[in-house]
């Protein structure tokens, strides 16, 4: 699966804009990303476990905000990731998403330019 990261109007980018919108595609997947955007004021009512500006939110307080299985959870963030929308970082026993904006900033980018 092509990440969406390169800054460059090639084909690689167009494969890795297909990736990112399908990703995207998944309502709840869709909804995480929208959550991710203000990480203090959605996740407010669970303490943090790391800083939310530097590593994002605990896979757990994803898990327990949408009401899903921590798998399903998982499986749709490792989605997100591959697409390159999400960073992950592993603190202890807990892994941590952050919304990557830049990459969120280039799609957008992508689809109001004329090509």
């Known amino acids: ?7 460059d109007s090639g084909q690689d980018d167009f494969e890795g804009a297909v990736e990112a919108l399908k990703a995207l595609a998944n309502p709840t997947r869709l909804q995480i990303m929208n959550w991710l955007q203000d990480p203090h004021g959605e996740f407010a009512q669970w303490e ?14 994803l898990q327990a905000k949408s009401g899903l299985a921590q798998s399903t959870v998982s499986s749709y963030m490792a989605t997100l990731e591959r697409a390159g929308l ?4 592993r603190i202890g026993k807990w892994t941590h ?3 990557d904006d830049d990459a ?3 799609l ?5 330019s004329p090509r």
Do not use: N, Q
């Open 1 to 7: 699966m092509a990440k969406w990261r390169a800054a």
């Open 48 to 61: 943090p476990i790391a800083d939310r500006d530097e590593f994002g939110v605990c896979v757990s307080h």
């Open 86 to 89: 999400v960073r992950s970082t």
């Open 97 to 99: 998403y952050k919304r």
């Open 104 to 106: 969120v900033s280039r």
């Open 108 to 112: 957008t980018e992508m689809l109001r």
